[in-house]
């Protein structure tokens, strides 16, 4: 099986194409879900299905720019890797650095383990149930994060830098003192895995491939990522590939506010 350091190899090469296009004066296009896209997700999806073919020929890829496998099909996997070759198209178009490559692999509707690299901050954040949850900074040495209690004068909440609605507001509103912190991609959950945030109320719409990557990393660092009825998010479920509301914490003791349902 893949190692940890193969599969952040996977992505740190997805990463160089990424910044490539980040260098140039790239055109932006627009999908049928009106979401953009540019040269640079369709450069990372190509380097790492190839990866992900040679070096796992017999594990079927999932990914945002190539999801168009039918239920049937892939209701019957029970083992496959779920891919956002660039998340945070809109952080990336905006050059504010926060856009990641989002690699995890899925067993059982679970993500078991998975890479987010974000190439314009030369970080890289691996787990697996084996290894825990791990970080580095350029090359140096993967070292083991994990969340954090929260403390005394509340919780640092992540919020999106480009989906904010009135629920998300609502939920602040019940939790009490807080600090906001406006984070792109799924570094949200990233940096509630290092214990540099708390939590992330995600009450709109997001794909499985833009969170089974992060929410790995945050379970191997002790938090959670739960839905309204209380249970951990789960992927490959149902035709949609739309999540479900959902909140992403570290601190699991905390007395947060319900999710509505």
């Known amino acids: 099986m893949i190692s940890l350091e193969q599969l952040a190899d996977v992505a740190t090469t997805a990463g160089d194409a990424i910044m490539a296009v980040y260098a140039t004066n790239f055109d932006v296009d627009t999908k049928q879900d009106d979401s953009p896209v540019t040269a640079a997700d369709m450069a990372a999806h190509r380097r790492i299905v190839g990866s992900l073919t040679r070096l796992t020929p017999d594990i079927p890829i999932l990914s945002e720019e190539s999801a168009s496998v039918p239920w049937p099909t892939r209701r019957a996997w029970q083992r496959y890797w779920l891919v956002d070759p660039l998340d945070g198209t809109k952080e990336f178009i905006k050059r ?120 790995c990393v945050l379970e191997q660092a002790g938090g959670g990522v739960i839905t309204a009825d209380g249970n951990p998010l789960m992927y490959n479920q149902k035709e949609s590939i739309l999540n479900p509301f959902f909140l992403a914490i570290g601190d699991q003791e905390y007395p947060w506010p319900a999710l509505p349902g």
């Open 96 to 215: 504010n650095g926060e856009f990641t490559v989002n690699i995890a692999l899925i067993e059982g509707g679970r993500a078991t383990c998975s890479v987010v690299h974000a190439p314009a901050l030369h970080e890289t954040f691996v787990a697996s149930a084996e290894r825990g949850a791990l970080w580095r900074q350029g090359g140096g040495e993967f070292a083991p994060i994990t969340v954090r209690a929260v403390p005394s004068g509340g919780a640092t909440v992540a919020v999106s830098k480009s989906h904010r609605n009135a629920a998300t507001q609502t939920f602040l509103d019940a939790l009490g003192p807080h600090t906001p912190e406006a984070i792109g991609s799924s570094l949200k959950l990233c940096r509630i895995a290092q214990g540099r945030a708390d939590a992330y109320p995600r009450l709109g719409p997001t794909s499985e491939w833009d969170i089974a990557s992060g929410q």
